[in-house]
């Protein structure tokens, strides 16, 4: 039974350009959350994707959206970056009928580097 | 809005020592609570939650942690740390209307002399 997956494992981009991230959830998993992590900081919330809608949304500025597809799989994308947006990005799956025992699986996560 | 406070940057333990690592958080109702462990190009796994009962958690590992509503806290101890230990542990709450959305503490990195 494999785990979150994420692609890709490391990236760097530009300033001004845009990347996209990818997830798939573990098997079996409907919903999908997206965390970034910043050098030495804890994750921080972006937004949570169920039925192929975000649900959620943290704090983060439009230039981050995202998509989930009919399989359950996620992507995050994030347009003109910022070198500030240098960080390790997080994806969790969970099953949304279990949703009150919050057990999110986090995947090993992509580290973005921006130049 | 929930927020969580881990006081503790870093953490040195020689191996076999005992450990405790403090949580505190901030909520107005019974929150959930979770410890996570991150190994360096890893993931974060859950050690352990909270969601109500018996105030005393047993996670994986040989980790436990109390959660007391009088000091809002959430402390993750073991009573004999492995080399194995070392990481970066992260204190995480949950709960009313963001439910299924975790907020962290920056997390308390260990380090474990042999």
């Known amino acids: 039974d494999a785990g979150v997956t994420q692609s890709p494992t490391h990236l760097i981009k530009t300033r001004g350009q845009q990347v996209t991230l990818r997830c798939s959830p573990k098997s079996g998993h409907d919903t999908v959350s997206w965390y970034q992590q910043a050098l030495g900081q804890g994750p921080q919330f972006i937004f949570q994707y169920y039925e192929e809608e975000e649900r959620q949304r943290g704090n983060f500025p439009d230039r981050f959206s995202g998509h989930q597809y009919p399989n359950y799989s996620s992507e995050l994308n994030v347009n003109a970056l910022l070198l500030g947006d240098s960080a390790l990005y997080l994806c969790?799956?969970?099953?949304?009928?279990?949703?009150?025992?919050?057990?999110?699986?986090f995947g090993p996560g992509t580290r973005l580097t921006v130049l | 809005a929930q927020s969580v406070t881990q006081p503790d940057i870093h953490i040195t333990v020689s191996e076999g020592a005992s450990l405790e690592l403090r949580c505190n958080y901030s909520?107005?109702?019974?929150?959930?609570l979770f410890w996570y462990v991150q190994s360096p190009g890893q993931g974060l796994q859950l050690l352990l939650k909270y969601f109500s009962g018996d105030t005393l958690v047993q996670g994986i590992k040989g980790f436990e942690a109390e959660f007391k509503r009088s000091q809002s806290s959430f402390n993750l101890r073991k009573p004999s740390v492995h080399w194995s230990d070392a990481a970066e542990y992260f204190c995480a709450v949950e709960g009313g209307s963001t439910l299924g959305r975790l907020y962290f503490g920056r997390g308390t990195q260990l380090t474990v002399w042999p």
């Open positions: 969790a799956s969970s099953l949304e009928e279990r949703r009150r025992y919050n057990e999110q699986f």
């Open positions: 909520y107005g109702a019974t929150p959930y």
